[in-house]
């Protein structure tokens, strides 16, 4: 059984940093493609950042250079470092994975970003 739970958002400040993780179970997530994506109420899920099985990555244009998508293998958890963060950056953000063609996602954690 494929579970995924999200943790590490919170409240932050215009500019501030914040790292979310990403804990899974049932999988390896070096075997397979790792994203995280965010919704606000009224939009759609857009994709955020995703990292494949052979460690390329990939980024929304709003997020490139701000945040980084990594793994930690020995503890089969994926991360989103997020940096100068905006308040358009406020938002849940998700940890998703495809295995064998059913769709995987955590519960989300809220990120917001306000002075």
């Known amino acids: 059984q494929v579970q995924l739970v999200e943790s590490g958002g919170g409240l932050v400040q215009p500019g501030g940093s914040l790292r979310l993780s990403c804990a899974a179970s049932g999988i390896s997530v070096n075997m397979y493609v790792m994203g995280w994506y965010r919704q606000t109420p009224g939009k759609q899920r857009e994709l955020v950042a995703a990292i494949s099985s052979g460690g390329s990555t990939n980024y929304a244009d709003s997020v490139k250079g701000r945040f980084t998508i990594s793994r930690d293998n020995a503890k089969n958890t994926v991360y989103l470092a997020m940096n100068i963060l905006k308040p358009e950056d406020t938002a849940v953000y998700y940890c998703?994975?495809?295995?064998?063609?059913?769709?995987?996602w955590g519960q989300g954690t809220q990120v917001r970003v306000s002075s």
């Open positions: 998703k994975t495809d295995v064998n063609g059913r769709r995987h």
